[in-house]
């Protein structure tokens, strides 16, 4: 396990490597002048030069590139063009809200979607399997961004139980956890369930059940912990993408997060900011990715890494 670890250690800083290369190519093919913004609209043509010139613009494309990896591995990430703060003091204010937004979705969605699923399998063709599968087809169905406003209008208008954005409290994370993690919820829901179907009709579950187990044991011991990996790599998948999905919520609720602060810096071209937040989002990816495989083999010890 060890050695495997650190092979995929290994592996993942070349792919970094690419989807920096990738990522910096793509965000100086976005439209727009930054030095254009900084000198503003109403600036001659010579001034826009002298602020290119100072932030190293008319250098060739594979230049900047090179000066932006030098600055990556010796932990300069430059500077914002919209604050004049360095990347890190811009980004790292704005990391505590994502990640507890982030965390909080990912644990009620998870929770309850793998629930959802569970309890759907066990009473297939029942009551609370339809009704099990209506709020799973919703969670997919239902754009988050109006999800969000419909919490908003509900919860926060018409009730006023709980704050339209901000992060005034805890009970601010309550309404775009929701909108987040609506999506995952369900696709985990209806995954579960359908996996569960699979595995209930293995041999070894009828040979349980014949032994007389209780039910509960069954499912649990049985049907659920034998498709605990497939739950998990879906599960893996989604929650990669909370992180970088937290754009949405983050917007509708104005909340000063990672994902707000891509959408600025993007509609001011801080290109800088830009690349270090998608450099992020994309190793986020690949740590995920890497403790979904860990899991396997602490869930099936039978699985052996070489």
Same mark, same amino acid.
């Given at each position: ?11 993942? +800083? ?23 913004? +900084? ?41 914002? +063009? ?225």
């Amino acid at each position: 396990m060890g050695k495997y670890f650190c092979k995929r250690v290994a592996s993942a +800083i070349p792919l970094l490597l690419v989807i920096s290369f990738v990522i910096f190519m793509f965000i100086h093919m976005i439209p727009g002048d930054p030095a254009r913004m +900084i000198a503003g609209q109403d600036a001659t043509k010579e001034d826009v030069e002298v602020v290119r010139e100072q932030l190293g613009l008319n250098d060739p494309l594979l230049v900047q590139y090179g000066k932006y990896m030098k600055g990556l591995f010796t932990g300069d990430l430059g500077d914002s +063009i919209k604050n004049g703060k360095t990347v890190v003091e811009t980004i790292a204010p704005r990391m505590k809200p994502t990640i507890m937004l982030t965390v909080s979705a990912m644990i009620w969605a998870t929770i309850i979607g793998i629930a959802l699923g569970i309890i759907s399998a066990v009473f297939h063709g029942r009551t609370l399997d339809y009704i099990g599968m209506i709020i799973a087809i919703s969670g997919i169905s239902v754009p988050s961004f109006w999800l969000g406003l419909e919490l908003i209008q509900g919860f926060s208008v018409a009730l006023q139980w709980l704050p339209t954005g901000g992060l005034d409290s805890w009970q601010s994370y309550i309404l775009p956890s929701l909108t987040m993690g609506a999506g995952i919820m369900a696709v985990l829901g209806r995954f579960t369930r359908s996996t569960m179907l699979e595995t209930m009709r293995e041999d070894y579950v009828r040979t349980a059940r014949a032994k007389g187990l209780k039910e509960t044991l069954v499912v649990m011991r049985h049907a659920f912990k034998n498709s605990l990996i497939e739950i998990i790599t879906v599960a893996g998948l989604q929650i990669g993408g909370l992180l970088s999905g937290s754009v949405m919520a983050e917007t509708v609720f104005s909340i000063p997060g990672l994902g707000r602060l891509l959408v600025d810096s993007i509609n001011f071209r801080d290109y800088k900011v830009v690349q270090a937040l998608l450099l992020f989002f994309a190793a986020e990816y690949i740590v995920i990715n890497l403790i979904v495989d860990v899991l396997y083999g602490v869930i099936n010890p039978k699985i052996r890494y070489n």
